[in-house]
């Protein structure tokens, strides 16, 4: 098989307008052509034979797209199952805990904002305690394991019973992987349950379920895997799946208590049909009537990054080295510098440890700033980097995130296939010039 061809030659598989430079990946993925393809040749299966597609092939369809998924994580088949995204996958997993009074859960800062909002939600319906491990980036790996530790222990000496904890594989905002196997390795110590929401995590990185021994994972394959939108992979090992008994809404699949009222059978089963699959895979394989064909679309994705991407690990480290060395150079051209950990004496940033990187522009918020650098107050820095994503899709045609993170704003940067380190160059001289029109103050007209 011949070396893939990155960079512009990949774009002929993507559906971009060609006026269009897309930049930002990592919040809501893209799939390419022939799984676009795929898609839609098993929607028109549905159309043409409804009952007969929807009641018994899709079925089987689904089933082969978890043998894969579940090849690629080296998890079974009978652990892995789909969800629309990883906030659903987090709220359904959080939802079957059934927090008891004196139970708490520890999530940590910065957290994805559905997720947090989520476990609030979930505290005013339950008794649930949540309390949050708080730190920003850059933080070392021993640091922050540190604080984690702290808030254990002192929930503990509220009286509280630690029962799980929500974190992160790769952070949303900002774009850095955590320490997630390290964390991971704390709660199993700890005896706490670890629900890890990767959601940029499988296609980005590699990943290995027996390695990891999570308790639960979920992790978006519309975004790095290249399926369709909404799709992703709960992973629960055989020895938890007795926790989750419900989706979010309730499946036909649901697993009622003993002592609960009798429900009536799903009128989807075949009676005739003897049964293969767990209960775990059959409560999430109908849930509602609802547009799954993005879900049995990951064989068609793993096809296309084989055949044209040659394979995982060549697709993984160009999109990995093609972020770092993007970052370097914008934060060249700002003047400023890229997110990674203190101290590191020449050693790999393992903040930078995967295909997103972040780097500080120079406006600061509410600080005396440093250099050139623009101050913002804490009031005008929301619209700030509001008016600069604006200006990049109205002026520009393109989008990258820019968020305040600590004293500063920063941009995120998204490494893919059909991009090269050309295109970050050319939008870090368009960050230079909407920076400089910050400092006029252009945002407020």
């Not at 609030?120 to 309390?131: I, M």
């Not at 997630?180 to 349950?193: D, H, K, N, S």
């Not at 394989?285 to 049995?296: G, H, K, L, P, Q």
């Not at 509410?366 to 820095?381: N, P």
């Amino acid at each position: 098989m011949s070396a893939p061809q990155f960079g512009k030659p990949m774009l002929k598989h993507w559906m971009f307008n060609p006026d269009y430079k897309n930049l930002n990946h990592g919040s809501f993925g893209a799939h390419p052509i022939p799984v676009r393809d795929a898609q839609r040749a098993y929607m028109d299966l549905a159309d043409q034979q409804p009952d007969p597609y929807i009641r018994r092939h899709h079925s089987e369809h689904l089933t082969k797209a978890r043998e894969a998924v579940a090849k690629l994580l080296n998890a079974q088949r009978s652990e892995c199952v789909f969800v629309k995204n990883a906030t659903t996958g987090v709220a359904t997993v959080l939802y079957n805990l059934a927090f008891q009074p004196g139970e708490a859960l520890i999530y940590f800062e910065p957290v994805y904002g559905a997720v947090e909002k989520g476990v609030v939600s979930l505290q005013e319906h339950s008794p649930l305690q949540a309390r949050k491990v708080s730190f920003q980036f850059p933080i070392t790996e021993d640091e922050l394991e540190r604080r984690f530790r702290e808030v254990i222990a002192r929930t503990r000496d509220e009286g509280l019973k630690v029962r799980a904890s929500v974190f992160d594989g790769i952070v949303s905002n900002p774009g850095v992987r955590f320490p997630f196997e390290r964390i991971t390795a704390v709660c199993r110590e700890e005896g706490i349950l670890s629900v890890i929401d990767a959601a940029h995590g499988i296609g980005q990185i590699h990943l290995d379920m027996q390695e990891l021994q999570p308790d639960f994972f979920v992790s978006n394959c519309h975004k790095w895997l290249y399926t369709p939108r909404s799709c992703a992979v709960l992973y629960t090992p055989h020895r938890n799946q007795h926790y989750l008994r419900t989706t979010l809404p309730t499946s036909w699949g649901f697993i009622p208590n003993p002592d609960s009222p009798e429900t009536i059978a799903s009128v989807l089963s075949d009676p005739n049909s003897p049964t293969t699959k767990t209960p775990y895979e059959t409560l999430f394989e109908f849930v509602a009537t609802s547009d799954d064909s993005a879900y049995i679309c990951v064989p068609a994705a793993l096809e296309f990054r084989e055949k044209v991407c040659g394979g995982e690990k060549a697709l993984m480290e160009y999109c990995q080295r093609l972020a770092n060395e993007a970052a370097d150079a914008v934060a060249e051209i700002l003047g400023t510098e890229v997110m990674q950990e203190p101290g590191l004496n020449g050693q790999e940033s393992n903040l930078r440890r995967c295909a997103m990187t972040n780097v500080r522009l120079p406006i600061a918020v509410a600080t005396d700033g440093s250099g050139d650098s623009t101050v913002l107050s804490q009031d005008e820095a929301p619209n700030a980097f509001a008016w600069i994503q604006s200006k990049l899709i109205e002026e520009f045609n393109t989008f990258l995130p820019v968020f305040q993170h600590g004293p500063w704003l920063w941009t995120r940067l998204s490494g893919q296939t059909y991009l090269e380190k050309s295109d970050f160059e050319a939008v870090g001289h368009v960050l230079l010039g909407l920076c400089e029109r910050v400092a006029k103050k252009e945002f407020k007209a």
